[in-house]
């Protein structure tokens, strides 16, 4: 019986990820992925795997701050929750000299570990893959690597972009050999999503 695989995808370190990994260049569209291609990407390269559910840790732009980002936000999750995928939210932070500060998330990375942990200690998956190179996960990684359950091969396994030059970046967790997913130019080919979601109707 395949393995239920779950996909934790933290959405704007992979879209800032892709984009200074592959140089993308000024149009801001370029970086976006389609969460379930990219879901069904990282586990169908398991042949004893499958897909039991992808879920996207994402901020959320104030709507009376960023009305035009707020809307476009709200299109993007609404197409993805259309698709099947459990959408997290977590309201932006804007400090006090913005907008020339700019406005940065806020408990993305602990909703992200919580779910991480509790769902491994719940039996909600079989294996997980978490794409994001943030080190504030690397503790509900390592509790999760660490399940006597996992044992000789760990419950959990990382993605990353892949770039030509050897500076590409993946969480890793001391003492623990985690498979990692590399994605290189191509796969980011496969999964980009170029829609102008602030063009997009509802």
């Given at each position: 019986?395949?393995l ?8 704007q ?5 892709a984009r ?7 149009d ?16 169908g ?12 840790y994402?901020g959320?732009?104030d709507?009376?701050?960023q ?18 995928c459990?959408v997290i ?18 408990g993305v990375d602990v909703?992200l ?5 509790m ?5 909600a998956?079989d ?5 994001s190179?943030?080190t ?6 390592a509790?999760?690597?660490?399940l006597p359950a996992?044992?000789?091969?760990p419950?959990c ?6 770039a030509?030059?050897p500076s590409s970046?993946?969480?890793s967790?001391?003492?623990r ?8 130019r191509?796969?980011y ?10 063009r997009?109707?509802?």
């Open positions: 019986m395949p239920q695989t779950a996909v934790f995808l933290d959405y370190n992979i879209y800032s990820g200074e990994t592959f140089d993308l260049g000024d801001r569209r370029h970086g976006q992925i389609d969460p379930v291609r990219l879901a069904h990407l990282l586990v390269r398991s042949r004893d795997r499958k897909v039991s559910e992808i879920r996207i994402r959320l732009p709507a009376l701050k009305p035009k980002g707020y809307r476009a936000n709200r299109r993007q999750v609404a197409r993805w929750e259309q698709a099947g459990t939210l977590r309201g932006l932070r804007y400090p006090s000299g913005w907008p020339a500060a700019r406005a940065v998330e806020q909703a570990a919580v779910d991480f942990v769902m491994a200690f719940g039996k998956y294996r997980a893959i978490l794409m190179t943030d504030n996960l690397r503790p509900a990684l509790a999760v690597a660490s996992s044992h000789p091969v419950m396994d990382v993605a990353a972009w892949s030509v030059h970046q993946r969480l967790i001391p003492g050999r985690l498979w990692c997913h590399w994605l290189d191509q796969d080919e496969q999964v980009k999503d170029l829609t102008d979601y602030t997009l109707r509802p």
